[in-house]
């Protein structure tokens, strides 16, 4: 396994659009708007690409073998670098085959949602004394919790330079926000995440609604995938007009938090 040269990802455009589980992420790093890293088998002909997102998201793509799997295994097991884990989403089922005979890795399911309904008039109305405001430098700093810009974007220079977002602001707390986990020229995979003393107050919807209203404005389509067992965040999709449209493996080193 080779690892690309970032002047290189470019080149590596055509093995992005080819991945089936969200290729938004790995054309993210190809088309330059966040951080990550590229492998293949060859740098003078390369057949094999596989990305790995800032996240920790990696997909594969283009013409892999027994070798090239066996190489990408290893990634799994350092995954406890403070740096990046990895995580492997895929729909093949040679991919699953492959690594489910590792005793060390579990395999789980994503669910992946499009964008069916037009909103253009729509908004999500907010209680007294909350504040709905783009993602800017003053208000990026208030945002903390799990889902966050920083869960995806190697810094808060890269999100506010490449990514959008829109936050929800109580007096002086971040309550709710709706971001770019991952953008590409045609796509934007939205994150969203409300605080807990903040939750079953619509605050996320209304951050969400806002983020497909930019989305759409920018001539982009909005995306949304969630772990199978966040059942929270596959209803506050579909109230907001996505859809269920596939699913695939996600492949991981056993963990107790199955959290995505």
Same mark, same amino acid.
């Given at each position: 396994?080779?690892? &690309? ?13 080819? =991945?089936? =589980?969200?290729? &938004? ?130 810094? *808060? ?10 936050? #929800? ?6 309550? *709710? ?14 994150? #969203? ?13 209304? *951050?969400?609604? *806002? ?11 909005? &995306? ?30 056993? &963990? ?5």
């Amino acid at each position: 396994m080779i690892q &690309v040269h970032p002047q290189k990802y470019p080149d590596y455009i055509p093995f992005a659009q080819a =991945c089936n =589980c969200g290729s &938004v992420y790995p054309l993210s790093i190809a088309q330059g708007y966040q951080y990550g890293s590229i492998y293949t088998n060859s740098a003078e002909h390369p057949q094999t690409a596989l990305f790995h997102h800032a996240c920790g998201f990696a997909f594969l793509s283009g013409a892999y073998d027994e070798a090239f799997l066996t190489s990408v295994y290893p990634m799994f097991l350092s995954q406890n670098n403070p740096i990046r884990r990895f995580i492997l989403l895929t729909d093949d089922a040679r991919i699953r085959t492959f690594f489910q005979a590792k005793d060390c890795l579990q395999i789980e399911q994503r669910y992946f949602f499009e964008y069916r309904q037009d909103i253009t008039n729509h908004t999500e109305d907010l209680p007294k004394d909350y504040l709905l405001k783009p993602i800017d430098d003053t208000v990026f700093p208030l945002i903390q919790g799990g889902i966050t810009p920083y869960f995806s974007w190697k810094s *808060a220079e890269e999100f506010l330079t490449n990514g959008m977002g829109y936050c #929800v602001v109580c007096g002086g707390d971040a309550a *709710a926000w709706a971001f770019s986990a991952a953008i590409s020229h045609e796509e934007v995979d939205i994150g #969203v995440e409300t605080k807990e003393p903040y939750r079953r107050k619509g605050l996320a919807a209304a *951050a969400a609604t *806002a983020m497909v209203h930019e989305i759409l404005k920018q001539n982009k389509k909005p &995306v949304w995938a969630c772990h199978a067992q966040n059942i929270g965040s596959a209803k506050l999709a579909q109230q907001i007009g996505f859809v269920k449209t596939a699913q695939c493996d996600v492949i991981r080193r056993k &963990v107790i938090n199955k959290s995505l």
